[in-house]
């Protein structure tokens, strides 16, 4: 099946008779992107499944007010990255740890995982990634794995294009340095 553009998408579900058709398309089309954005945020597939599920009622909920000032994938991002956000900061209010010892639950969680099938050194780069901050770690991902432009990730995290291109830098040295230290 050819690949179905958000124009066609929009057009559909702003049409009551054809809005689950288009929700069906906008899920094919970007579930699973978002999925894996989610997990590698938050590490656990049943948090992750959790808030891919929350992020697409709440796009089914605000589809019909998206006023096209961005592209529709760039918009879903930001939905994800800030319910991931929220589920990360409630995570750390709730256990009221700091946020770096957030990042050492969710290691462990990423070693006992059953859903984790990556080799040992997939496993090093997600505990390198882990140990990063949250805004160098949400760069890095979406720029490393997610292929978005420093235009796109700014616009979705609301952040000059400089600033985003320090950040990924900052990121790749620690990563660099973490996977070096830790052989």
Known sequence: MAQVEDSEILLKFADERTRSEAFNL???KYQQKIY????????????????????FIKVWKSLGNFRNNSQLYTW???IATNE??????????????PLDEVAYDLADSLAEGSYFNGDRAQMKLQQALLTLPEKQRLVFNMKYFDDLKYEEISEILGTSVGGLKASFHFAVKKIEDYLTSND
């Open 26 to 28: 906008l899920l094919r």
């Open 36 to 55: 894996w954005h989610i997990r590698r945020l938050v590490i656990d597939h049943d948090d992750a499944d959790d808030i891919a599920q929350d992020v």
């Open 76 to 78: 879903l991002y930001r």
């Open 84 to 97: 991931c956000l929220t589920f990360l900061n409630k995570k750390k209010h709730q256990n009221n740890i």
